[in-house]
Every structure is written in C-alpha cells, then in structure tokens.
C-alpha cells in the first residue's frame, strides 16, 4: 500500500521554464513533508520541506506547495536548469517532525533540456 | 570529506553468503539509519540507532542485523543472502533533537546484487 505517491515517472522541461513534481499521500496523520533530490550513484540529498501548518515554503527557486484537504504537495522549480536534472523523492513522516520515519514515494526522475 | 560514507559501493556475491556493509558519518549525528531502495525504486527504512540503541525496526527479516560499535558507525551484516536481498542499501544519518525538523544525510548507496 503506497502512502505516498509520485504519478509521473519522468518529467521533461526547457531551461528556463517551470518544473512542477506532484506528490499525493493517503495517511492524513501525516504532518510533515520533504523533498529529497538525487543525482545517479549519489544518496538522495535534503531539497526543501514544509510543516503540515503551513501551506507554502519557498527556498531560492524551489518552493513546494501543500494543499492538506486534497492530501497533495507540489515542488515549484523557477527558473528551471540543466543542473537541476535528478530523481526527486517526496517523502512525508508523521513522527511531529522527526525525521525517524520517513515514508518515500517512488520519484520522479526530471530532465531539463538547455 | 564525505560526511556518510558507506562501503563497499558495489557488492556482487552468491546465495547463502553472509556479508557485511559499513557506514560511517563525521557528522556528529547522534542517530544513524538503513535504507533499502528495492526493484520498484521505494526507499524504505530498515533500522535506526539513536545512543546506540536501536529504535526502529521496519519488517525486516531477522538475518539483517545492525551493529553499531560507536556513535559514528552504523554496520548492516546479512546472513543467508538471498536473490530478493538485491537492492541498494544506503546508510543515512541526522541529528535527533525530538523536536526540530533535522534532515537525513545519506551515504552514496551500496549496490548489491546476490548470484
């Protein structure tokens, strides 16, 4: 049973254009959300999380978006570039912001095209 | 310097063989994890160690078994390796405060592939 869910394998965008990764859970004790990016042969590194309380956090030009009555999140890239192109992992714990339990979605794997 | 390093990268070895993978972090966490990312490409948390003592432990069968012999290392030994045992195992380290949001730090992956 996927708690959490990336649709989209694969996401292809231009440089300089909006990448948009979606991310939907079933658990709604779930409270807190990351996003972790990860280059091949790399571990996935920490990107950007939001707390439950809030619905929006921005960070440089990636802001991720959370929309709890529709238990969905979204990573926001812009503007887009070459340097960005990685597996995207959302992931989502609900330890009151402990990070011991994090359930991961499958990724989606973004190309961004120069 | 890497922060989590795990070795060896790649491990190729038969059925029924016990082998070991090490981890290592100079991060000064105090709480050290197993991941295991399988065929269908979830990561999912196998063990963590927090003071050395052992504070999750996923459904994982009991010939994986965790060793911590200080608080900056963290070795996953497995015994009767099997064909499903094939995945990448990636150690993972954070500082726990109990209540601030401190993000995991992974290692670059071990690579196992069981003949």
């Known amino acids: 049973d996927q708690q959490v869910k990336q649709n989209s394998p694969s996401l292809s965008v231009q440089e300089g254009r909006i990448s948009i990764l979606n991310c939907d859970y079933t658990n709604s004790m779930f409270d807190y959300f990351l996003w972790y990016k990860k280059y091949p042969a790399e571990g996935p590194t920490f990107l950007i999380s939001i707390s439950s309380i809030k619905d929006k956090n921005e960070d440089g030009r990636f802001t991720v978006f959370l929309n709890k009555s529709a238990k969905h999140l979204s990573l926001h890239i812009v503007p887009s570039q070459p340097g960005d192109s990685a597996v995207y992992f959302c992931?989502?714990?609900?330890?009151?912001?402990?990070?011991?339990?994090?359930?991961f979605g499958k990724g989606t794997k973004l190309s961004v095209k120069p | 310097d890497t922060a989590v390093s795990q070795t060896p990268k790649y491990l190729v070895t038969q059925m029924g063989n016990d082998k070991s993978i090490k981890c290592e972090q100079n991060?000064?966490?105090?709480?050290m994890y197993w991941y295991k990312q399988d065929s269908k490409k979830f990561l999912k948390i196998m063990f963590s160690?927090?003071?050395?003592?052992?504070?999750i432990n996923e459904t994982v069968p009991n010939r994986f078994s965790p060793k911590s012999p200080d608080k900056a290392h963290l070795n996953l030994h497995i015994n009767s390796l099997e064909l499903g045992d094939s995945a990448v195992y990636f150690c993972?380290?954070?500082?726990?405060?109990?209540?601030?949001?401190?993000?995991?730090?992974f290692g670059s992956g071990t690579q196992l592939s069981v003949l």
């Open positions: 991060l000064g966490h105090d709480t």
């Open positions: 160690y927090n003071n050395k003592e052992l504070i």
């Open positions: 993972a380290s954070s500082h726990r405060s109990g209540t601030s949001n401190e993000k995991l730090f």
């Open positions: 992931a989502a714990s609900d330890y009151g912001g402990s990070q011991g339990n994090l359930i």
